[in-house]
């Protein structure tokens, strides 16, 4: 079964998807827009290339012929996809499912408008004039975000009339792509937030691992924890909810998808048709296996017999706080280390930005254990990591 596997995206996420590629023999091309992503420290071959160039990325799968392509990021042409399945190419999940979810338009719609599931309430905006009728009907508070983006780029939330057009400007700059479309959502008053890592299998029924609870700032993860605490009844209707979207969507693989939890409502928020950057918690061995475990075994058409719920674990970022091209040191590794029931991740990056992620901490205990002490544990872990 060994495949020849063309990463595209070589950040953190991807790294963990190439050790468990080799782990179980496979061939991985990892591939990204700078030298010495974190992928390429563990994969076979390395391309370095700008993803959004149709003819580059036409030019390296052409040079290479992969088997299967696996999409990291967003920020891909990804339009190509369609042409790489008709020549016998496996893109994961899907070309449908990709194209659909690196545009917020497109899977809001489909979301709301063709499967009715119930999102946040939400209008579009093409013009400053349009942003500002838009805020209006919404309402304010309400969360502004570019159509194309991740880790919180772009994205704010205005309480006042004298916020919009500094929000418009964020938003109309900081997307992944060239663009001015934005989308303006309803601020829903939100309890928590989860994550339901849902597998969709070849040959098998959709398995979901139990819910990760998370929290962000500046619209970025900062911690997660699983098991989230969740109303039996409120958990079946995430599940069915992911069931359905990710049956249209189409493919195979492991899905982040998002919820908001407010009192008994449950609304859709978002989905990633990959690992998801809070479902690194399950590194801690907090299920039978990791996101990035079960992603390689959809994709490779293995079977996937149970999710079972191993630990109480919890994750916290190890941030950057200063912006430097030189390759980072990491000091207190050693005091990391002393905690029991722990553990941590460097991820590699060649250099740092303010807030970028540079690594997680890790803390885990029994079934049954407090996960806000798990929680506190993981962040205590953190922080005695400094990034220099």
């Known amino acids: ?20 590629a080799q782990r179980l023999g496979q061939y991985v091309i990892a591939v990204d827009n700078y030298d010495n992503a974190p992928a390429m420290h563990v994969a076979n071959e390395r391309e370095i290339i700008n993803m959004l160039n149709g003819e580059e990325l036409d030019r390296i799968v052409a040079k290479h012929e ?28 899907s070309a449908k499912a990709a194209n659909f979810t690196m545009n917020r338009k497109a899977i809001r719609d489909l979301a709301s408008k063709e499967l009715g599931l119930r999102t946040a309430k939400y209008k579009y905006a093409t013009t400053l004039l349009e942003f500002t009728d838009a805020v209006k009907e919404i309402g304010m508070p309400c969360v502004v975000k570019p159509l194309m983006s991740s880790s919180g780029k772009g994205q704010s939330v205005i309480n006042l009339e004298t916020e919009i057009q500094k929000a418009w400007e964020y938003a109309t700059t900081q997307g992944r792509v060239a663009g001015v479309e934005v989308i303006v959502e309803e601020f829903i008053p939100f309890d928590f937030e989860i994550t339901l890592l849902t597998v969709t299998q070849k040959n098998g029924v959709t398995r979901f691992c139990p819910p990760i609870g998370h929290r962000q700032e500046r619209g970025d993860y900062q911690e ?3 098991p989230a605490p969740l109303k ?27 919820f908001f939890i407010s009192g008994d409502l449950i609304y859709f928020s978002e989905l990633s048709p990959r690992p998801h950057d809070t479902g690194m918690v399950t590194l801690a061995g907090s299920q039978t296996f990791s996101e990035f475990e079960l992603h390689l075994r959809a994709i490779l058409g293995l079977p996937i017999p149970e999710i079972k719920l191993e630990k109480v674990a919890a994750s916290a970022v ?49 079934l049954g254990s407090s996960a806000l002490e798990v929680r506190e544990h993981a962040k205590k872990v953190a922080e005695s990591i400094t990034v220099a």
């Open 224 to 226: 997660s924890w699983q």
């Open 232 to 258: 039996a009844s409120l958990l079946k209707e995430a599940q069915k909810m992911a069931d359905e979207i990710t049956h249209c969507l189409t493919g195979v693989g492991i899905w982040g998808v998002e």
């Open 66 to 93: 992969p088997d299967i392509i696996v999409p990291e990021i967003e920020a891909i042409r990804t339009e190509r996809f369609y042409e790489y399945e008709k020549y016998g190419i496996q893109v994961v999940p």
């Open 1 to 20: 079964m060994l495949k020849k596997i063309m990463l595209l995206g070589s950040g953190e996420l991807g790294k963990e998807f190439v050790i468990a």
């Open 318 to 366: 190890i941030l950057a706080l200063n912006e430097s091209d030189k390759m980072p040191h990491y000091l207190g590794l050693e005091a990391a280390a002393s905690f029991p029931k722990s553990d941590f991740r460097i991820f590699g990056k060649p250099n740092t930005r303010k807030y970028r992620r540079m690594g997680i901490a890790l803390a885990f205990d029994s």
